[in-house]
Every structure is written in C-alpha cells, then in structure tokens.
C-alpha cells in the first residue's frame, strides 16, 4: 500500500512538471532561439547552457515596489552570467563578471552585461561565443518573481558565507527594497533570503565583498537547490516543487529536455564555485573587470575538460 502510495506521488509529480514545463517551454525573449547550436540528449552528452539573471524586476511579488525598478526585460542589464557545462556525467559551472570589458559590435567596447540592453538576446548570445569561443546549446532566463517560492518549495538551502553581510537593497524595507544580515558561516535561506545573498553587490561590512564574491554565491544557491532536491521536505512537497520549477525559468528546452539536465545534475555532483579571472580597472570613469585572453582560454578550457 505505502509502494502504491509513492509510486502514485512520483507519477504525480513528474506529469505536473511536464505539464507545467510544456506550458513555458520556448518562452524566450525574440532573437535568442535562433542563436542556439544544437545539442544531444543533456542526459548522455554534455551541453553547454548559459543561464542569465536581469536586473529587471518583476511586475508583483519581491521586488516590485522597488523605487526606480526597470520592468521591461528587454532594456535590462545581465546581472548574471554563468555557463554551465552539464550531462554525460559532467556538471562544471564558469562564471564570467557582469563588469567584464568587451567588444559589443555597434557599442564599442563596454560592459559585457550591457549586450542585453543594446541589442537583445541575440547580441547577448553573440557576445559571450565570441568572447569564449563556446556554442551555447540552451539557454535558461532567470525569473525573479517565482525564484523565492520555488526556493520555499524546496525547504530553502544552505549556504556558507564567508563575509559578514549587512546589506540593503533599493533603499531597504522603509522605500521597498530589502535588508539581508549574515555573520559569516553557514545558513539556512528562504526564498526571499535566497534571492537577496545573490544580488547582493554593496556590503558596507565588508568592503572588500565585490561583484566577484557575489557570482560566487549564485553558484552556492544552485548548489543548495540542489542539495535540497533528494530531501524528505522535497518529498512531501514533490507536486509543488515540480509544478513551480518550471516556471523559474524562461528556456528554449521543454519538459523531457529539462527533466534530463535535472536528472543530469543529480547523477554529477555539485561543482565548486567558478569565476573568471580578471583584473579590475578603470575606462572612461567606471569601474570594470579586464579579462586576461589567456585566463580566458584556460578557464573556458576547464569548463569543458575539467581539470
């Protein structure tokens, strides 16, 4: 009777995600689809995906009241950039900086994060194969106003702070933005606890906390979504999870292609934090990142050979 009951929970849960995931599947920004390489089946092969976080905000939810909020996701800037290397037994994850210094062609050169603003998702895509000479096979947008429930979904995840944080966001809770304070060690986050440890870029306790610490602990966040995944909370909420999940995210892959990269995940283990290495500097008055080409290479070739 108990096998009855939780093979019925586990065939609930999986129709709930490809439903949900056939309802989102394709909803990418116009001009991104068209720029991606084919890839094999993420179960047995490795695909190159590139996950991408806007500084817009949604329409409700989190986030929403924020004073000055850009809501239009097609004037936003990349916030985030990682591309994950994941299938066949591989799970490598290479961050690169929203304040790297690139070619954007018809911008000159200019932040690598501001490619999404200037000429949408296509140029986005351009931008970074040819910065690291990749083909990205998948894409997967970031949506902000469903992240923290999904995080809640899955019991929050745990991470380890090695900075203290005391940080506010657009302002604070007074003018609609958020406040996050973590001494240094490890912790356990809610969903809204979650999205502000990875957006956070100003630390007045820590001045030495950086954009760089930041891509850092967007990396421990999957690393704890994942860890969250096989646990008993994430049993009893299954139906939840996987109807939610989905709609994290916006991407080309629909439901088969999505179950693959979680199963893939699961099978790999959790990569350790990866960012580019860069230096800082200066161009025209802004503060950015210089890539090294080499660095580059090296880095681009460890995302793809391990090592």
Same mark, same amino acid.
């Given at each position: ?11 609930? !849960? ?41 500084? !817009? ?71 970074? /194969? ?64 979650? /999205? ?18 930041? /891509? ?53 283990? !959790? ?9 800082? !500097? ?10 090294? /080409? ?14």
């Amino acid at each position: 009777m108990l096998l009855a009951v939780i093979l019925g929970w586990l065939v609930l !849960s999986l129709a709930l995600f490809l439903i949900s995931a056939s309802e989102n599947a394709g909803h990418l920004p116009k001009g991104a689809a068209s720029q991606l390489a084919p890839g094999g089946p993420i179960l047995t092969s490795a695909n190159t995906v590139l996950i991408i976080g806007l500084d !817009s905000r949604p329409l409700r939810g989190p986030g929403s009241k924020e004073p000055g909020a850009n809501h239009n996701e097609l004037a936003a800037n990349t916030d985030t950039i990682m591309l994950w290397r994941i299938g066949g037994g591989v799970s490598r994850r290479l961050s690169i900086p929203r304040d790297t210094l690139v070619h954007i062609p018809g911008l000159g050169e200019a932040k690598i994060n501001a490619a999404w603003a200037y000429g949408g998702p296509g140029l986005a895509l351009k931008v970074i /194969e040819g910065f690291t000479g990749l083909k990205i096979n998948h894409l997967i947008v970031v949506d902000l106003a469903n992240f923290p429930k999904f995080i809640n979904d899955v019991g929050g995840v745990t991470v380890r702070n090695g900075h203290r944080i005391c940080a506010t966001i657009a302002g604070g809770p007074r003018d609609g933005g958020f406040a996050l304070n973590l001494k240094p060690g490890v912790h356990h986050l809610n969903g809204l606890q979650a /999205e502000l440890y990875a957006r956070v870029r100003e630390n007045p306790c820590d001045p030495a906390y950086n954009d760089i610490v930041r /891509e850092r602990h967007q990396q421990q966040i999957l690393n704890g979504i994942k860890a969250q995944l096989l646990t008993f909370h994430t049993f009893l909420h299954l139906p939840w999870v996987a109807w939610d999940a989905p709609r994290v995210l916006q991407t080309d892959m629909g439901g088969p292609a999505l179950l693959q990269m979680f199963l893939a995940a699961e099978m790999a283990g !959790s990569p350790p934090p990866k960012v580019l290495d860069e230096t800082p !500097s200066t161009y025209n008055g802004a503060d950015v990142l210089l890539p090294n /080409e080499a660095n580059v290479r090296a880095d681009v070739r460890q995302l793809l050979n391990g090592g």
